[in-house]
């Protein structure tokens, strides 16, 4: 394959040898790009902004919002081809095996399922298009709305914050941080994370958490990991946090995981601990039915429709935020 410099005519035998060579027309990459191949937002019209080669080509939108907006206000038939497309491509680029779940589409800047729901019926129908199986297709079993507050769960001598179940022990488990007792066991265990130690784990820790996982896969387990935020704050908690992380790099970190172990493991942002209080017995309980259900888009609805728990999180949150910061403006802690 040639690759040709559109400012003088010239020839390279690959990427890199004609990205050196455009400095000397003392251009920048990106306005290189944009010069000779001008992309532009579907919804705005404006040029797309250069970040990288890969970027740059594979973007119609400047942000999710716009792809969002843009999905909603479309001809039906250029949604439908835009949407094919885009998974087509996705699918190809990440060689996936399965199609992915809700919270891999929404931090991969892919259409929703709604919007997919919208335009296909349903997103197995989208998947039986392009020839895939969906990794999370189960229904939601309505026993999952019931109680399950008094079940007898054991809790792993590692977990450095436990929760208060109301009948919990305390043993040493093989992976996670919580399953049923022996009389009850499903199979089913649950790794609770804080926001920031959910962060480390997928970067940091990415390698360990893979062989903990390749555990559970050849123990014939599932493991939930339940994370305590509500994905809607991670943007402004990150903002806000004393040390941020790279939220696009954290967020590949974790799709890498699924990809990896669709039928090991799946992610869900609980909204708080006291939201974990009540999802992770349920999690237990259900265990094998709920394993190919794709939670994360079922629990995003459940804490939509209960505004009282969203709320108290978000309270919790503001508070830790800004008390340090005011006490430090008043000369509270000596003006250090
Ligand atoms: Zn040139």
């Known amino acids: 394959m040639q690759f ?4 003088c005519n010239e020839d390279f035998s690959n990427k890199r ?33 250069f970040k990288g080669f890969d970027q740059y080509f594979s973007s119609n939108f400047n942000n999710n919002a716009n792809m969002i907006e843009w999905c909603g206000s479309a001809p039906q038939q250029d949604v439908r081809d835009f949407i094919l497309e885009e998974f087509k491509q996705k699918i190809e680029e990440k060689s996936l095996a399965k199609a992915p779940s809700s919270i891999y589409l929404k931090t991969a800047g892919l259409p929703t399922v709604d919007i997919i729901k919208n335009v296909f019926g349903s997103y197995s129908a989208l998947c039986a298009e392009v020839g895939l199986d969906v990794a999370f297709g189960a229904r939601l079993d309505d026993e999952f709305f019931k109680d399950y507050s008094d079940v007898d769960i054991f809790v792993d001598t590692r977990e450095n914050h436990p929760l208060l179940f109301k009948n919990a022990t305390t043993m040493k488990l093989d992976f996670g ?10 199979y089913t265990h649950v ?21 903990e996982l390749e555990r559970c896969k050849r123990a014939g387990c599932f493991l939930f990991i339940v994370v305590e935020i509500d994905f809607l704050d991670i943007e402004s908690v990150n903002y806000a946090a004393f040390k941020r992380v790279n939220l696009d790099y954290v967020f590949h970190q ?33 265990g094998k039915r709920l394993w190919r259900v794709d939670l994360q888009y079922f629990w995003e609805k459940h804490l939509k429709d ?3 728990g969203k709320r108290k999180s978000k309270t ?6 800004y008390k340090p910061k005011n006490l430090a403006k008043r000369g509270i802690f000596g003006g250090g």
């Not at 040709?4 to 400012?7: A, G, I, N, Q, V």
């Not at 001008?38 to 902004?49: E, Q, S």
């Open 177 to 186: 941080d919580y399953s049923l007792t022996a009389k009850d066991y499903s």
């Open 254 to 286: 974790m799709r890498d995981v699924e990809s990896q172990y669709p039928e090991t493991c799946q992610f869900i942002f609980s909204g708080s601990r006291e939201d974990s209080m009540s999802l992770i017995p349920k999690i237990l309980c259900l």
């Open 306 to 308: 209960h505004g009282l």
């Open 191 to 211: 790794e609770r994370k804080s926001w920031q130690d959910f962060a480390l784990t997928v970067t940091s820790g990415h390698k360990r958490f893979l062989r």
């Open 316 to 321: 919790a949150q503001t508070f830790r935020r």
């Open 17 to 49: 040898s004609l990205h050196t060579h455009i400095k000397k027309h003392k251009l920048l990459l990106g306005d290189y790009y944009v010069k000779h191949f001008p992309r532009f937002d579907k919804l705005t019209g404006d040029p797309i902004g």
């Open 4 to 7: 040709k410099c559109k400012e």
